[in-house]
């Protein structure tokens, strides 16, 4: 196997980092760097082919070796000094570019194990796809050999898939209902769970109850309603403050009789529109559980159950009266969702 850490050293390798161009300029080592991206593309090539094919130990050892000798004149060139050559005659850096120079051509030229190595290990991942392929088109010939159980799978897959569709737009037009009406007692007594129809309905008749409080409290307090105060108008010495008083007193209870009439009507036309939602969705989940009992019960017919599935469209899409709505509230059927289902029935 590939020693990981001489794998690691290598992949930290930087290629273009190799040339020192801007370091030492033009005593760099930029013209043997297409040499060493040669040698470095072969050597990333077994590597793959390592990490995907089972090859021989004794490979994977060349490959450590290979990897070694380029860490080696990574180093070379990383360690080079430039001062210190110059007194030689930068002896040290021809002589950098001539060893990679030189085994960089062994290798093209067969005067070493390289290029053995690498067909050798190419040969490998050549079997492997080899085998790949043999495989693959053995799970072709069994596919076609059994094409007519495949197409009953799919079949009873789409069926199958239909169902599940099905019942998730059931249970969603289920939660729909529950959130516009619901009435049940929780596991912790005495905690009640409430839709939007309960809720609004307890608003409602605490308004109710409110508005008849006020009006008896205002009745039992109706000497502010006596006619005599306003003819206090009328005289030269009129109390005006209290006059004022009885006008801003009057008016004052009527915006609070007014609000709480208005919102006695507004809580209980909400909690019936609120019941008007749950019934249609409550009707909707019904349509959907029946289909779903009816499809199963019937036999394969596709026309029965074209004709079953345009029924159900109706029942959703038909909201009709629920007579908690007046009847200019309550919508026909949605004729064009009808005909779109009868032209998808008609597709299938």
């Known amino acids: 196997m590939i020693d990981e850490n001489i794998l690691k050293n290598y992949s930290d390798i930087d290629i273009s980092s190799l040339s020192r161009k801007s370091e030492l300029g033009a005593k760099g080592f930029e013209e043997i760097i297409p040499s060493l991206e040669e040698f470095k593309n072969m050597i990333d090539e077994m590597i793959d082919i390592a990490k995907n094919v089972s090859i021989p130990n004794q490979l994977s050892n060349q490959i450590n070796t290979f990897i070694n000798q380029f860490i080696s004149f990574s180093n070379q060139i990383k360690g080079y000094n430039l001062d210190n050559d110059a007194r030689n005659g930068?002896?040290?850096?021809?002589?950098?570019?001539?060893?990679?120079?030189?085994?960089?051509?062994?290798?093209?030229?067969?005067?070493?194990?390289?290029?053995?190595?690498?067909?050798?290990?190419?040969?490998?991942?050549?079997?492997?796809?080899?085998?790949?392929?043999?495989?693959?088109?053995?799970?072709?010939?069994?596919?076609?050999?059994?094409?007519?159980?495949?197409?009953?799978?799919?079949?009873?897959?789409?069926?199958?898939?239909?169902?599940?569709?099905?019942?998730?737009?059931?249970?969603?037009?289920?939660?729909?209902?529950?959130?516009?009406?619901?009435?049940?007692?929780?596991?912790?007594?005495?905690?009640?769970?409430?839709?939007?129809?309960?809720?609004?309905?307890?608003?409602?008749?605490?308004?109710?109850?409110?508005?008849?409080?006020?009006?008896?409290?205002?009745?039992?307090?109706?000497?502010?309603?006596?006619?005599?105060?306003?003819?206090?108008?009328?005289?030269?010495?009129?109390?005006?403050?209290?006059?004022?008083?009885?006008?801003?007193?009057?008016?004052?209870?009527v915006l609070i009789i007014s609000t709480f009439v208005y919102l006695v009507g507004y809580s209980f036309r909400q909690s019936s529109i609120n019941r008007h939602l749950y019934t249609i969705n409550k009707q909707k989940q019904n349509a959907l559980d029946s289909y779903q009992l009816f499809s199963k019960s019937l036999s394969k017919d596709e026309q029965i159950k074209h004709l079953l599935m345009l029924e159900v469209a109706k029942s959703i899409y038909n909201i009709g009266q629920t007579g908690y709505l007046s009847d200019k509230s309550d919508k026909g059927p949605s004729n064009g969702i009808v005909e779109l289902t009868k032209f998808i029935g008609d597709k299938s």
């Open 90 to 253: 930068f002896r040290q850096r021809t002589q950098i570019i001539q060893g990679i120079n030189n085994y960089v051509n062994q290798i093209f030229t067969g005067q070493n194990s390289f290029l053995n190595i690498y067909n050798a290990i190419k040969n490998f991942n050549l079997k492997g796809i080899q085998k790949e392929q043999e495989e693959v088109s053995r799970i072709k010939r069994e596919l076609l050999l059994s094409k007519s159980d495949f197409d009953e799978t799919i079949k009873l897959l789409k069926e199958k898939a239909g169902e599940k569709t099905v019942t998730e737009y059931s249970n969603i037009f289920e939660q729909q209902a529950s959130k516009h009406s619901k009435l049940s007692f929780t596991n912790k007594f005495p905690f009640i769970k409430m839709g939007n129809a309960q809720i609004w309905l307890l608003i409602g008749i605490t308004s109710l109850v409110i508005l008849i409080a006020t009006i008896i409290i205002f009745y039992e307090n109706k000497n502010v309603f006596k006619t005599y105060e306003i003819v206090k108008l009328h005289g030269i010495n009129g109390d005006y403050e209290k006059i004022n008083y009885l006008i801003g007193n009057i008016i004052g209870r």
